[in-house]
Antibody, heavy 123, light 107 residues
C-alpha cells in the first residue's frame, strides 16, 4: 500500500548534524510535493519544510531556516532532511508527509504520513 | 506570517455528544484549511481539506465549515475512537503551512 518510511533519527549532541531519509512506495513519488513535520515531546505539530514535486522550490519554517535543508531524489523515491547545527529544541518526532494532490503543493492538505523518526538532541 | 488559534484547547465530552472546535486565522485564508486527527502514539490523519471537504474514508459524522478567518470542525455524535487531539492547518499558498496549537477531546 501507499507508504512512507522514515529513518535516520537518533541521539546527537548539540551543534552536530543528522540526515533523515524517507522512502516512498506504491505511488508516483515524482508527482507529489513532500513535507517534513515535527512534534516535540508532549507538544503540537510544527510544519518544518516543503519541497516541490520537481525539487525546484523549497521553503522552511523560520525556526529551521539556514540550518535545515530539504532535498529529494525522485529516482530513488526518497526525500531527505539535512539537519545542521542542531539544538535541544529540535528534539522531536519527525514525520515525512505527502501532499494530497499531484503537482499542486499543499493547498489540499497532507494525506499520507510516515510513522515518524525520533531525533533527540542532548549532550 | 499567518497564525492560527484553536478553541477550546481542551474539551471534555461523552460518547454521543456533538462537539465543535473552532480555528481562527490571523488573516484571511479563503478556504485553504485542513483538519487532522491525532490519536496518542500515532501519526496524524487528514480528516478535512478545503475547509469542508471530507477526506476519503473519514466517517460522515465529521464535518467542516468556514472561510476567511473563522473555521469549525464538528463531530455530530462522538464515538469512542474520536477521543484524540485535533489540529487545523492553513494552506493559503503562503509557503509556510502552519498548524494550530491543537484541541484535545477527552472524557
Amino acid at each position: 500500500q501507499i507508504q512512507l518510511v522514515e529513518s535516520g533519527g537518533g541521539v546527537v549532541q548539540p551543534g552536530r548534524s543528522l540526515r533523515l531519509s524517507c522512502v516512498a512506495s506504491e505511488f508516483t513519488f515524482s508527482h507529489y510535493g513532500m513535507h517534513w513535520v515535527r512534534q516535540a515531546p508532549g507538544k503540537g505539530l510544527e510544519w518544518v519544510a516543503v519541497i516541490w514535486f520537481d525539487g525546484n522550490n523549497k521553503y522552511y519554517a523560520d525556526s529551521v531556516k539556514g540550518r535545515f535543508t530539504i532535498s529529494r531524489d525522485n529516482s530513488e523515491k526518497t526525500v531527505y532532511l539535512q539537519m545542521n547545527s542542531l539544538r535541544a529544541e529540535d528534539t522531536a518526532v519527525y514525520y515525512c508527509v505527502r501532499d494530497r494532490v499531484e503537482y499542486i503543493v499543499a493547498v489540499n492538505g497532507l494525506d499520507v504520513w510516515g510513522q515518524g523518526t525520533t531525533v533527540i538532541v542532548s549532550s | 506570517d499567518i497564525q492560527l488559534t484553536q478553541s477550546p484547547s481542551f474539551l471534555s465530552a461523552s460518547v454521543g455528544d456533538r462537539v465543535t472546535i473552532t480555528c481562527r486565522a490571523s488573516q484571511g485564508i479563503n478556504t485553504y484549511l485542513a483538519w487532522y486527527q491525532q490519536q496518542p502514539g500515532k501519526a496524524p490523519r487528514l480528516l478535512i481539506y478545503d475547509a469542508s471537504t471530507l477526506q476519503s474514508g473519514v466517517p460522515s459524522r465529521f464535518s467542516g465549515s468556514g472561510s476567511g478567518t473563522e473555521f469549525t470542525l464538528t463531530i455530530s455524535s462522538l464515538q469512542p475512537e474520536d477521543f484524540a487531539t485535533y489540529y487545523c492547518q492553513q494552506l493559503n499558498g503562503s509557503p509556510l503551512f502552519t498548524f494550530g496549537p491543537g484541541t484535545t477531546v477527552d472524557f
